[in-house]
């Protein structure tokens, strides 16, 4: 069975200095690998995915995660915090069978402070 | 840019009602799914919909939840007899493909009472 746990529920981090947002993955399979955002009131934006072709993943507003399957994590880095990235983040994974059941880790909750 | 919408932004209703929740998927998208995230607890897996039937199902999706595709572009989940514990956010979701990334509406709060 396919699982995510999200290591910090809480994250909090200064503008301008480098976010990390961790999570590991189970999967008896190669996984499709995912990062959603969900802002205060908005809906679940897709940040980023991996599925098995580069393992280190770009996606929008300067995210990027990169799979390591020796570790089986798949963390979200960002170089420098935006007050904007002040959210809820989590880690999806696919699950088996197909049609693209998703798996999401608990979330961790971003905190900048100016 | 396509996005999924969904109908009513919150709902308030009385243990018991039964409650329609709507969604408008992106239009060229195949794969329909609901997801739900009681507050403070992980989103979790309803159902998923693919050539008008349930492809799967979990646990929480018994006999009181259906989904149904009335027509070409709405995407309903309905509620019978609504309980205190189905009070949730639920999104419904769509997809091109079994195994690519799902696009999420806003969400439909709703409030049993």
Request: glycine share 6%; proline share 4%; with cysteine.
């Amino acid at each position: 069975a396919q699982s995510v746990t999200q290591l910090d529920s809480h994250v909090s981090v200064s503008e301008g200095t480098p976010v990390l947002l961790r999570c590991n993955y189970s999967s008896s399979y190669s996984p499709s690998l995912f990062w959603y955002v969900q802002h205060p009131n908005k809906g679940l934006q897709l940040l980023l995915k991996y599925t098995s072709a580069a393992t280190l993943v770009k996606g929008i507003n300067g995210f990027e995660a990169e799979f390591k399957k020796s570790e089986t994590s798949f963390h979200l880095t960002k170089p420098s915090a935006h007050m904007s990235d002040a959210a809820e983040y989590f880690c999806v994974v696919s699950g088996s069978g197909g049609y693209n059941k998703l798996i999401f880790g608990a979330g961790t909750r971003l905190a900048v402070h100016p | 840019e396509p996005e999924v919408t969904q109908t009513p932004s919150h709902q308030v209703t009385q243990m018991g009602q039964e409650v329609i929740l709507r969604c408008v998927p992106i239009s060229n998208h195949l794969y329909f799914y609901w997801y739900r995230q009681i507050l403070g607890q992980k989103v979790e897996f309803l159902v998923s919909f693919y050539n008008n039937e349930i492809s799967e199902k979990s646990e929480i999706f018994d006999d009181q939840f259906s989904v149904e595709r009335p027509d070409g572009s709405n995407f309903t989940l309905k509620i019978r007899s609504t309980k205190l514990e189905d009070s949730a956010m639920y999104f419904c979701a769509s997809g091109t493909t079994a195994n690519t990334e799902a696009f999420f509406g806003q969400g439909t709060r709703l409030t049993v009472v």
